[in-house]
């Protein structure tokens, strides 16, 4: 499980997140970057790590939890 977090200073809305995890970011009607679910797993992780790779201004942070095993 991870959280995603966006540098709204940063995010220029190109888009391209939507496109590579679109489960995850959407447009809102004003053509602004919206995120739809925060926390993700499974393959809606490895897309965001994608999408990640492919902002062109490294506005998307993945805060990944770390759950410790008992004994």
Request: aromatic fraction near 2%.
């Amino acid at each position: 499980m991870a959280d995603v977090t966006i540098d709204w200073d940063r995010c220029i809305h190109s888009g391209m997140c939507t496109t590579i995890a679109g489960n995850v970011f959407g447009m809102g009607p004003d053509a602004r970057l919206v995120v739809l679910h925060p926390t993700v797993t499974g393959a809606d992780l490895d897309s965001v790590h994608d999408a990640a790779a492919c902002c062109p201004v490294d506005a998307i942070a993945i805060a990944v939890d770390v759950v410790a095993a008992d004994g």
